[in-house]
């Protein structure tokens, strides 16, 4: 209901962290790299950190604003 902001190049989470939130993007782009790689940027409408839905942990790549973003969880 009241969605979190990021600034771009702001970091969400890294890997190897906790994961108990997932995230889904209302609004810009995310970044999901592993080991300093990018593998994917996603966008407005998709989810991210779905693992901590399923306990799975700690997190297995870092999220990363890739442009100014707001962020429901």
Same mark, same amino acid.
Request: proline content about 5%; glycine content about 14%.
């Given at each position: ?8 190049? %702001?970091? +969400?989470? *890294?890997?190897? %962290? ?7 993007? #209302? *609004?810009?782009? /995310?970044?999901?790299? #592993?080991?300093?790689? +990018? #593998?994917?940027? +996603?966008?407005?409408? *998709? /989810? ?5 839905? #399923?306990?799975? *942990? ?5 999220? +990363? ?9």
């Amino acid at each position: 209901p009241d969605p979190k902001t990021f600034s771009a190049g %702001q970091v +969400i989470f *890294e890997e190897g %962290q906790p994961g108990d939130f997932m995230y889904g993007i #209302v *609004e810009g782009e /995310v970044d999901l790299s #592993v080991n300093g790689k +990018i #593998v994917e940027t +996603i966008k407005a409408g *998709e /989810v991210f950190g779905t693992g901590a839905l #399923v306990g799975v *942990e700690p997190r297995t790549y870092t999220a +990363i604003a890739k442009t100014d973003c707001k962020l429901a969880f």
